[in-house]
């Protein structure tokens, strides 16, 4: 289930654009309204409803207290989409109950995980009230689908109760989501699809979420007993998605959202020995900063990681988007180019020089000791190298751009150097691999 994401702990509902306080507080309106709307006056549930309401419930807050050490872990390092796993309990609620047992699980659901998780990794109510708000609308909708469709599958041979099954996940999915990114949107918190939507991975995890609460409400239904089978693989889900999660984070470097150096020579290992297999042109490009210790001893290190920042989001703006963009440490870094047309080095040097001018017109807005200030004038020295065919390896490449970047550097900075074929170590001349010579 999307959420929107952590801001500055204590920020509230007040620091949102108007806008988005605006679809905020109708959505949490809408959300009550739509559940007194759809309640039945002067009726009691019926026993059995309020049993399995209860069931849902404890077996939700037994979920949350074997995976809170995961869930707050995987909070904390998430940034603008969060994909939990409550809603298998959530969407089987709304499947076996009427909506305002439906409801009362929800609520149940979300205010022990805002004690257990969301709380203690500083999440802010309001964020909370409003991903509760957006997950009994989306509950609610799935309920009408089921509802329509005659209710659960009554057997192996009901088929419109399974198709009913299948349109609930896709009315649960389409509600929170919609709701969840226009809030995203609107906040200004993120802009690119995967910030708004999520991955497709994400998404996959979610769909298969509601598909085990699809099984458990089955179950509750059928043989309740059987209920107790789903917390096992829940829990492992669990597992399994932290790993992911943590490894992306161990892939990204924290200053620059870029690919960290190891991420982006394994992901380049791949791409050069592509290009020499298929065909297609691939290149390399080191760019250093040019007097950035300068910056941060005039204007501290956090306005230096500003500038990190700054020039990392530029490079990605200028690059294509199968190129594939890393920081290789300190102020340098490193672009791989795969596919790349042509044979002869002005394509390089054309790319090289767009981002050398990209980086030459920025200018930085930082937040100094002095104030707010702009950091402009900033250059950088590009040093770049074509993957020959013959066998040469990354490393071998790499060395080639390195040292057409120190050409850059002594010669006078702020400028491109692209290695020429013969200054790229080759196997051919016997360097890096005993390869003999083919006759």
């Not at 802009?191 to 995890?205: C, K, M, T, Y």
């Not at 889900?237 to 992306?248: F, G, I, P, T």
């Amino acid at each position: 289930m999307t959420v929107v994401a952590p801001s500055v702990p204590g920020s509230g509902l007040s620091t949102l654009p108007l806008p988005a306080v605006v679809v905020v507080l109708l959505v949490e309106v809408g959300a009550v309204a739509a559940v007194v709307a759809t309640a039945p006056f002067l009726a009691w549930p019926r026993p059995t409803d309020v049993v399995l309401a209860a069931v849902v419930a404890g077996l939700s807050v037994v979920h949350t207290e074997l995976a809170t050490g995961i869930e707050r872990i995987r909070r904390r390092s998430s940034e603008t989409s969060y994909f939990d796993l409550s809603s298998v309990w959530t969407f089987a609620a709304a499947l076996l109950l009427p909506p305002v047992l439906a409801t009362a699980v929800v609520l149940v659901v979300y205010a022990h995980l805002w004690q257990r998780v969301w709380r203690p990794a500083r999440v802010p109510l309001y964020r909370h009230v409003y991903t509760t708000a957006t997950v009994m609308l989306a509950a609610l909708a799935a309920h009408l689908v089921v509802q329509w469709a005659g209710g659960l599958p009554s057997g192996a041979t009901d088929v419109t109760g399974v198709l009913g099954v299948a349109g609930a996940v896709v009315a649960y999915v389409v509600v929170n989501t919609v709701l969840v990114a226009g809030a995203i949107s609107l906040s200004g918190v993120g802009s690119s699809p995967s910030e708004l939507f999520g991955r497709w991975d994400d998404n996959a995890l979610e769909v298969s979420t509601l598909c085990m609460g699809a099984l458990a409400a089955v179950a509750l239904g059928a043989a309740p007993g059987l209920i107790a089978l789903a917390l096992p693989p829940i829990l492992v889900l669990h597992r399994a998605v932290l790993v992911r999660q943590l490894e992306e984070v161990a892939y990204t470097d924290g200053k620059t959202g870029l690919l960290t150096a190891a991420a982006w020579q394994a992901q380049a290992a791949r791409a050069v020995r592509r290009a020499q297999r298929t065909g297609p042109g691939a290149a390399v490009m080191i760019l250093d900063l040019d007097h950035f210790k300068a910056v941060n001893d005039r204007h501290g290190h956090l306005a230096g990681d500003d500038v990190l920042a700054a020039v990392a989001a530029e490079l990605q703006a200028g690059v294509r988007a199968n190129d594939v963009v890393g920081r290789f440490g300190g102020e340098e870094f490193v672009v791989l180019m795969p596919d790349l047309p042509g044979a002869g080095r002005d394509e390089l040097h054309l790319v090289a020089e767009r981002l050398r001018l990209r980086i030459a017109a920025l200018q930085v807005p930082v937040d100094t000791a002095d104030g707010l200030l702009t950091i402009s004038g900033l250059s950088v020295s590009i040093g770049g190298a074509r993957v020959p065919a013959d066998a040469s390896t990354l490393d071998q490449v790499l060395k080639a751009a390195d040292t057409a970047l120190y050409a850059a550097k002594r010669g006078g900075r702020n400028r491109v150097r692209i290695a020429g074929p013969a200054e790229i170590p080759s196997p051919r001349r016997g360097e890096a691999t005993e390869v003999p010579t083919a006759s």
